[in-house]
């Protein structure tokens, strides 16, 4: 019966030998699934960062461009007031000097007819004498 029992101790021992290799097995399969799940993680969150830096880089590169491009707008705007008062100045000083032409056209012409006249008046005269 010793004998009996001491097989049936060996069996079971042996059942449960297997069942906790199987289960160690299971478990180390498990760990090693786990593990990829882990590092394909890792590698998913390390490429994300890397593009958000990425995109973090452009974004300030964009926004000093819109700044120096801001400042650029600027500047033109200045530059064409500049020009827009200078062109007035301009229209200004232009219509004040056709006005002055006009008033020295009307004063030869006046001169002219004053001349005509003095030279008729004076041709006259010589003929009376």
């Known amino acids: ?3 009996s ?12 030998n297997i069942l906790l290799l199987l289960v160690a097995v299971g478990s180390c399969g ?8 882990k590092e394909k993680e890792m590698y998913n969150r390390l490429t994300i960062e ?3 830096d990425k995109y ?5 590169s964009f926004e000093e461009k819109l700044k120096n491009t801001e400042e650029a707008l600027q500047k033109e705007k200045a530059d064409g007031e500049a020009t827009k008062k200078a062109l007035v ?16 056209s ?19 005269g010589k003929s009376k004498k």
């Open 56 to 60: 973090a880089r452009e974004g300030a």
């Open 106 to 124: 009307k004063l030869k012409e006046a001169l002219e007819e004053d001349l005509k006249h003095a030279l008729i008046s004076a041709k006259e």
């Open 30 to 37: 498990n760990a090693l699934q786990q593990k990829k799940l």
């Open 5 to 16: 029992l001491r097989n049936r101790l060996i069996l079971i021992s042996a059942i449960l």
């Open 89 to 104: 100045q301009e229209q200004l000083v232009n219509q004040s000097l056709k006005n002055e032409l006009e008033k020295i």
């Open 50 to 52: 890397e593009k958000a």
């Open 1 to 3: 019966m010793e004998e």
